[in-house]
Each structure stands twice: as structure tokens, then as C-alpha cells.
């Protein structure tokens, strides 16, 4: 496998993406001007190299940009409904991410795959999961008990009122069906 370029020995991958940041706010600057400012920061590069890592990070700008569209798409789209759906929709494009990830890392050959990340990014996958099992679970659990109070309040209101057990039954079908 070859070796890291200077740029990304001396840039952690916070500091590209701040720089990328910045590159995204600042479209228009040349490459000379991308030159000083990684002489500014410390990497003294050449014309040519700084063209190419001005280029690979404008490209993690437009995904990064693609990304925050999807994601404010999603937002909108599933505007006012319970978590659930969202995290759901969240938690479906983070695995599609990951798989593009990993077709990515596939298809270049100088990427040498680290099974430890591999293995923390797919911990990190399910605890997502689990996570929204969780949250989907406590939602189903908090409307039972909602719908459980609300019919109890209902049915010692119906009682003072003087109905008799047969509504008071059809009422409790009413709020509470089968399965909840």
C-alpha cells in the first residue's frame, strides 16, 4: 500500500474537514490561494499538488453538501411524524452511506481496509438500530399507558354518569382495541 500523502500526514481528518468547510464557503479561491493557505497552516506543497488536494477536498464538499440535502429532504418529508419513521429513514441512509463507504474502499486499491474501523462503524450501526428499536418500543409503551389512563378516566366518568356496563365496554373497544 503506498504511502499517505504529505497532506494527509500533516492534516488530521478534522482538519480537512474544516478545511473543506472553508473551501465550500469559498469556492472561487485559485489554487495559489489554497497554496498559501496550507503554507499558512504548516505544508509547503507545489502548484500541482495543491491543485489535486484542492480538488479531493472540493469533491468531500459536495458529498458533504449531498449529504446535508438528503438529510434535510428527509427532515421535511417526514415533517410531523412520529420518531420512529425518522429515525428509521436516518438509520436506512447511514447503512446506505456506509455501503458506499465500503464499495468505495473496495474499489480503490491503494485503500488498505482496517478491520478494527470496519468492526466500530458496524457496532456503531447497531447500537443505531437498537437504539430506535428502543425509542419505538418506549413510544408503544407510553400510548398504551396513555390510552389505558384516558380509559379508566372515561370509565369512572361514564359510571358517575350512571351508563350501563354494556357501553361502558363498547367505549373501552373504542379506546383501547385489540393489541394496544
Request: proline share 2%; aromatic share 4%.
Amino acid at each position: 500500500m503506498p504511502q499517505p500523502s504529505r497532506f494527509d500526514r500533516h492534516f488530521s481528518q478534522a482538519e480537512q474537514a474544516k478545511l473543506a468547510a472553508w473551501i465550500d464557503e469559498n469556492p472561487t479561491i485559485s489554487v495559489d490561494d489554497f497554496r498559501e493557505l496550507l503554507a499558512e497552516r504548516g505544508l509547503a506543497v507545489g502548484r500541482t499538488t495543491a491543485f489535486k488536494e484542492k480538488r479531493r477536498i472540493e469533491k468531500l464538499g459536495e458529498r458533504l453538501r449531498r449529504s446535508r440535502a438528503l438529510m434535510d429532504q428527509i427532515s421535511e418529508t417526514l415533517e410531523g411524524r412520529d420518531d420512529s419513521s425518522r429515525m428509521r429513514a436516518i438509520l436506512e441512509a447511514s447503512r446506505v452511506l456506509v455501503f458506499e463507504l465500503q464499495e468505495a474502499m473496495l474499489a480503490r486499491e491503494d485503500v488498505e481496509v482496517d478491520a478494527k474501523e470496519l468492526m466500530m462503524l458496524n457496532v456503531a450501526i447497531k447500537d443505531l438500530t437498537a437504539a430506535a428499536r428502543g425509542n419505538q418500543q418506549f413510544g408503544e409503551a407510553e400510548r398504551k399507558k396513555i390510552l389505558q389512563e384516558a380509559s379508566e378516566a372515561v370509565a369512572k366518568e361514564a359510571r358517575a354518569l350512571g351508563l350501563s356496563d354494556e357501553v361502558m365496554e363498547r367505549i373501552d373497544a373504542v379506546l383501547m382495541p385489540e393489541g394496544v
